[in-house]
């Protein structure tokens, strides 16, 4: 997080601890949390802060210039992310996962995601798909694994945002926020045989999108996400999973 976040979250907190209004101040604060978990999401989704890492309340409102309110406000959000823990009596925790809880996520996600795309795919419109082909041409290109990670989670979320089930959605974007960290340390050594294989599902499942091909969607996708379950297994203890 940059000195000028920091600079900015003090100004807004000047300003409204001298704003007579409480709810003034509550919608405040709720957004002053925002701007923290924002902040705080980049951090963790980009590798900033690994896995099983202490967040100190206190130490976040010192660098956003904010009282604690915004700060909890913040980590709440977070925690219904799947991206923090918070543990009584003990504080807040970057989420972590052994390879059992890993296994599952990943077991969970090859039946959600196939019946998102399914039910996606009858409501994408075709701007939507060329746009996914778009972004499949650029992971092709990308040069940096958080380019590439940032593109990926654009393109697969994308290519479900057509289901009308809200809870679905979220419950895959919590699984991806939980597993970001370990995707990362794969992507990195995939090599090019690993990437070759990401590319050639990613085409084969655009191609089944363009023909509205549900049925092929589905499978292609399962077996995309079961792979990469399998490889991740295969290399748990290299990852950091136990």
């Not at 989420?95 to 039946?111: G, N, S």
Request: charged share 30%; glycine share 6%; no cysteine.
């Amino acid at each position: 997080m940059s000195h000028d976040d920091a600079d900015t979250f003090s100004n807004e907190a000047g300003r409204n601890g001298r704003n007579g209004n409480s709810e003034d101040v509550d919608s405040s604060a709720n957004l002053l949390g925002h701007r923290v978990a924002t902040a705080l999401r980049k951090s963790i989704l980009g590798g900033q802060l690994a896995p099983g890492s202490r967040i100190r309340q206190e130490d976040l409102a010192q660098q956003f210039g904010v009282s604690r309110i915004p700060v909890r406000e913040a980590l709440r959000q977070l925690e219904s992310d799947g991206l923090v823990v918070l543990r009584a009596n003990s504080g807040a925790w970057v989420a972590k996962i052994d390879l059992p809880e890993f296994i599952e996520i990943y077991k969970i996600r090859e039946r959600l995601e196939p019946l998102a795309i399914r039910e996606s795919l009858r409501n994408l419109s075709d701007e939507q798909i060329r746009h996914l082909n778009e972004l499949r041409e650029q992971i092709n290109h990308s040069q940096s694994v958080e380019e590439f990670l940032q593109l990926d989670r654009e393109f697969h979320l994308l290519s479900y945002a057509g289901a009308n089930m809200t809870t679905l959605r979220e419950m895959i974007e919590r699984f991806w926020n939980t597993t970001q960290h370990y995707r990362r340390a794969f992507t990195q050594g995939a090599g090019n045989e690993g990437t070759w294989i990401i590319h050639a599902e990613h085409r084969l499942l655009t191609e089944a999108l363009k023909r509205r091909d549900e049925d092929e969607a589905e499978r292609i996708l399962l077996g995309h996400i079961r792979r990469t379950r399998l490889e991740l297994t295969k290399r748990a203890k290299e990852l950091g999973l136990q």
